[in-house]
């Protein structure tokens, strides 16, 4: 065998004996949370299109006009290939609705966090970040250079610690964290967290993936990055700051300058999806409601946003789980290390506006039977 293939294949030994290889199953997703796998019909509560506005006609409806007007592609670097009008109203939309003067939007979510820290902070500088921040944020820190620490999940007390140790001794200073977290739901606690970082002159980046269009009230950061996929049912990322910061991200954030921009299709979806967003308050409050009746039903800590996690501790169980679920018609994925902790595997469970009670009521049952709860 090559060594190429040999080490591949060690790996995935490894991986298959630890009961954490991934693997992709073919699934077409319908509108109303619905999902299709080898030809059964299955709930889908995996999923983080919110407010089911992905499948909204007049979202669709958005996307085919762009692509048929300007075609599918964006054919180049926005600064090449010059700016489409469609990316310049998207960010003046986003930046109005998180109350600030500009926005920069981005490939996706995980690109802009690849670009901005690194764009704020090298060697010399500190970055502090909550031990449970999303992939890309680690990411992002890592390739900046600048020292990087973790304080422990929602701990200001740690935060403040850190923060007296080591910002001293360094230039700049990067606090990071997200408004909600992916895979446990719960929220920072952003109005002391923004307190610690202004007293120590720390600039504190947010990631409101999860939160916006659903639970993004409270205080705002200076930087306030978020992605397009989620509530808003498109494809792309973002950052809302003042225009000095955004015009240097512009001119620095080199997974903005060296990549192609987003397609038009995309930037008119989201456009859609954020008018949508603001005019119908009724559907931005629905996944959270829905989650807390899940929570309720299964005597857990009552949700904090649209996220519910089912902790199961061992990988092989939260799959074995996920399967008994899907068997019955729901589709609830299982995650595992190393995207949570070791011994924290679990069925991350995700609601959206476009579920109804009788289906929430339905897994709440059927999780509680199945676990034992
Ligand atoms: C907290 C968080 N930040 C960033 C991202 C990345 O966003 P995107 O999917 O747009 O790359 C995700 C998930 O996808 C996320 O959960």
Not at 25 to 42: D, F, I, K, S
Not at 43 to 52: M, P, Q
Not at 179 to 193: C, H, L, Q, Y
Request: hydrophobic share 45%; aromatic share 4%; net charge neutral.
């Amino acid at each position: 065998m090559h060594s190429l293939d040999a080490f591949a294949a060690g790996k995935l030994a490894a991986l298959d004996e630890a009961a954490l290889r991934r693997r992709l199953v073919p699934t077409a997703r319908g509108p109303g949370a619905a999902a299709e796998r080898a030809g059964r019909r299955l709930v889908s509560f995996s999923c983080n299109d919110y407010l089911g506005l992905s499948h909204h006609p007049r979202v669709v409806a958005a996307a085919q006009a762009a692509a048929a007007r300007y075609g599918a592609g964006s054919g180049g670097s926005r600064l090449v290939t010059g700016n489409h009008p469609l990316l310049d109203a998207l960010e003046e939309r986003l930046a109005h609705h998180k109350g600030k003067a500009a926005a920069l939007v981005f490939g996706s979510g995980y690109m802009a966090n690849l670009g901005i820290t690194p764009a704020l902070a090298g060697r010399g500088d500190l970055v502090l970040l909550d031990e449970l921040s999303h992939a890309c944020m680690w990411a992002g820190a890592r390739l900046s250079g600048a020292r990087t620490l973790s304080f422990r999940h929602n701990d200001v007390a740690d935060l403040a610690r850190l923060l007296e140790a080591e910002r001293p001794a360094h230039g700049r200073c990067l606090v990071l964290t997200e408004r909600v977290f992916s895979m446990d739901g719960d929220r920072a606690p952003m109005g002391d967290i923004l307190e610690v970082a202004r007293r120590h002159d720390a600039w504190t980046l947010v990631d409101d993936a999860h939160g916006l269009g659903v639970a993004e009230d409270g205080p705002r950061a200076p930087l306030e990055m978020g992605t397009l996929s989620k509530a808003l049912g498109s494809y792309g990322g973002y950052l809302c700051a003042s225009r000095p910061v955004i015009d240097l991200l512009t001119s620095r954030a080199r997974s903005f300058v060296y990549t192609t921009g987003l397609p038009p299709a995309s930037a008119a979806a989201a456009l859609e999806a954020l008018t949508i967003l603001e005019a119908e308050p009724e559907r931005r409050a629905r996944p959270l409601a829905l989650a807390r009746r899940f929570t309720a039903r299964l005597g857990l800590p009552e949700a904090e946003s649209a996220v519910v996690p089912v902790l199961v501790g061992g990988a092989e169980a939260a799959l074995a789980l996920s399967r008994a679920l899907e068997a019955e018609g729901f589709l609830v994925v299982a995650i595992r290390p190393p995207t949570v902790p070791p011994g924290t595997a679990r069925l991350r469970v995700a609601f959206s506006a476009a579920h109804d009670e009788a289906q929430v009521d339905a897994l709440a049952e059927r999780v509680a039977a199945l676990s034992g709860r």
